[in-house]
C-alpha cells in the first residue's frame, strides 16, 4: 500500500513540475512585451514655431529647412517618432515601442505647425504632439503675445484630423510674464489659494477644448518650464498622467506611473544644427 501511495505521489510531483514548465514556456510566450521589455530611453525634441526660408531665427524658432534636416537626420540613424498617447499607453500596458523612440513637441501651438511642420511630418511618416495655449487658440488677448500668430480652435481640429498631431495642455491663461512666471507660486499666495487659481485655469481649459469638440490628451507642459511642486500634486489629482519640464535631459521610460512626471526636454533653438542636435542624441 506504501510502495502505491509512493508511486502515487511521484506521479503527482512529475505532473506537477511538467505543468509549471508549460506555464512558464506559455509565459516567455505570450507576455513578452510587459515582462522582457523593461525600459526604454525617451528624447523629446521641443520645437516652438516654423518660419520659411529667410525668416528671422532664434532660440524659439526654426526654418522648414532645419526640421526637414532634423526629421532626415533622425530617420538616418534609427530614430523613430512616436504619439505621446503610445508613450503613455506603454507604461500602462507594455504596448512596444521602438527600440528608438523620439517624441517630437511643438510648443504654443503656432499656426506655422499646421502651413509649415504638418507637411514634413506626413513626408516623413512622423507624428508630434502640441502643447496648446488656451488663451491663444480662443483669440483672446492675454498680455503676452498676439493670437493672430497661433492656431485657432478649428485649425487645431484639422491638425488632429491628419492623425499626425495629437494635443496636450500648456495651460489655459498662465503662459504669461506678469507678477506670476506660469505656475509658479507667489511668495504671498497660500496653498489653498493657489490650488483654486491653478484648478479654475484646468476647468477653463477644459471648457474650451470640449465647446470645440476637441479631445486632449491629459498631459501638461509647465508654461516656460517654470514647475511647481503644488502645481505637480493637483495635476495628478486631477487625472494628469504626464507632465513636461524644459529641462534638457533623457527620459527612461519603464512601467512605473511616475516616470511620466516632469520629462525633460530639449529646445531645438534655431541657432543650432542638425549635427549638433544629433551630437546631443548620441552623448546622452
Same mark, same amino acid.
Given at each position: 500500500? /506504501?510502495?502505491?501511495?509512493?508511486?502515487?505521489?511521484?506521479?503527482?510531483?512529475?505532473?506537477?513540475?511538467?505543468?509549471?514548465?508549460?506555464?512558464?514556456?506559455?509565459?516567455?510566450?505570450?507576455?513578452?512585451?510587459?515582462?522582457?521589455?523593461?525600459?526604454?530611453?525617451?528624447?523629446?525634441?521641443?520645437?516652438?514655431?516654423?518660419?520659411? !526660408?529667410?525668416?528671422?531665427?532664434?532660440?524659439?524658432?526654426?526654418?522648414?529647412a532645419q526640421l526637414e534636416a532634423d526629421l532626415q537626420a533622425l530617420?538616418?540613424?534609427?530614430?523613430?517618432?512616436?504619439?505621446? /498617447?503610445?508613450?503613455?499607453?506603454?507604461?500602462?500596458?507594455?504596448?512596444?515601442?521602438? !527600440?528608438?523612440?523620439?517624441?517630437?513637441?511643438?510648443?504654443?501651438?503656432?499656426? /506655422?505647425?499646421?502651413?509649415?511642420?504638418?507637411?514634413?511630418l506626413q513626408k516623413y511618416n512622423a507624428c508630434a504632439v502640441v502643447s496648446v495655449i488656451g488663451a491663444r487658440a480662443q483669440g483672446i488677448a492675454d498680455g503676452c503675445d498676439t493670437a493672430g500668430q497661433y492656431m485657432t480652435w478649428q485649425e487645431l481640429s484639422q491638425a488632429v484630423a491628419s492623425g499626425r498631431i495629437e494635443l496636450q495642455?500648456? /495651460?489655459?491663461?498662465?503662459?504669461?510674464?506678469?507678477?506670476?512666471?506660469?505656475v509658479q507660486l507667489l511668495p504671498e499666495e497660500t496653498a489653498q489659494a493657489y490650488e483654486a487659481m491653478l484648478l479654475s485655469d484646468m476647468e477653463q481649459m477644459d471648457q474650451w477644448s470640449r465647446a470645440a469638440g476637441i479631445t486632449m490628451l491629459r498631459a501638461f507642459a509647465y508654461p516656460y518650464g517654470y514647475v511647481e511642486p503644488l502645481a505637480d500634486a493637483l495635476l495628478q489629482r486631477q487625472g494628469y498622467v504626464a507632465t513636461m519640464t524644459s529641462e534638457p535631459h533623457l527620459n527612461l521610460i519603464t512601467h512605473d506611473a511616475a516616470c511620466l512626471y516632469r520629462l525633460g526636454r530639449l529646445n531645438r533653438s534655431g541657432l543650432i544644427s542638425t549635427e549638433t542636435l544629433m551630437a546631443w542624441l548620441r552623448e546622452e
Amino acid at each position: 500500500m /506504501s510502495q502505491s501511495k509512493n508511486g502515487i505521489w511521484g506521479m503527482v510531483f512529475y505532473a506537477a513540475v511538467l505543468l509549471a514548465l508549460i506555464g512558464l514556456l506559455c509565459y516567455g510566450l505570450v507576455a513578452p512585451a510587459y515582462a522582457q521589455e523593461d525600459s526604454r530611453t525617451l528624447p523629446i525634441l521641443m520645437y516652438h514655431d516654423i518660419v520659411p !526660408e529667410g525668416g528671422l531665427l532664434d532660440d524659439y524658432t526654426a526654418s522648414v529647412a532645419q526640421l526637414e534636416a532634423d526629421l532626415q537626420a533622425l530617420a538616418q540613424e534609427g530614430w523613430q517618432t512616436v504619439r505621446l /498617447s503610445e508613450v503613455i499607453t506603454y507604461v500602462r500596458t507594455g504596448t512596444p515601442l521602438p !527600440e528608438k523612440p523620439v517624441l517630437l513637441v511643438f510648443d504654443d501651438g503656432y499656426r /506655422s505647425i499646421l502651413t509649415q511642420a504638418l507637411p514634413l511630418l506626413q513626408k516623413y511618416n512622423a507624428c508630434a504632439v502640441v502643447s496648446v495655449i488656451g488663451a491663444r487658440a480662443q483669440g483672446i488677448a492675454d498680455g503676452c503675445d498676439t493670437a493672430g500668430q497661433y492656431m485657432t480652435w478649428q485649425e487645431l481640429s484639422q491638425a488632429v484630423a491628419s492623425g499626425r498631431i495629437e494635443l496636450q495642455s500648456h /495651460s489655459a491663461q498662465l503662459h504669461v510674464y506678469r507678477t506670476r512666471k506660469g505656475v509658479q507660486l507667489l511668495p504671498e499666495e497660500t496653498a489653498q489659494a493657489y490650488e483654486a487659481m491653478l484648478l479654475s485655469d484646468m476647468e477653463q481649459m477644459d471648457q474650451w477644448s470640449r465647446a470645440a469638440g476637441i479631445t486632449m490628451l491629459r498631459a501638461f507642459a509647465y508654461p516656460y518650464g517654470y514647475v511647481e511642486p503644488l502645481a505637480d500634486a493637483l495635476l495628478q489629482r486631477q487625472g494628469y498622467v504626464a507632465t513636461m519640464t524644459s529641462e534638457p535631459h533623457l527620459n527612461l521610460i519603464t512601467h512605473d506611473a511616475a516616470c511620466l512626471y516632469r520629462l525633460g526636454r530639449l529646445n531645438r533653438s534655431g541657432l543650432i544644427s542638425t549635427e549638433t542636435l544629433m551630437a546631443w542624441l548620441r552623448e546622452e
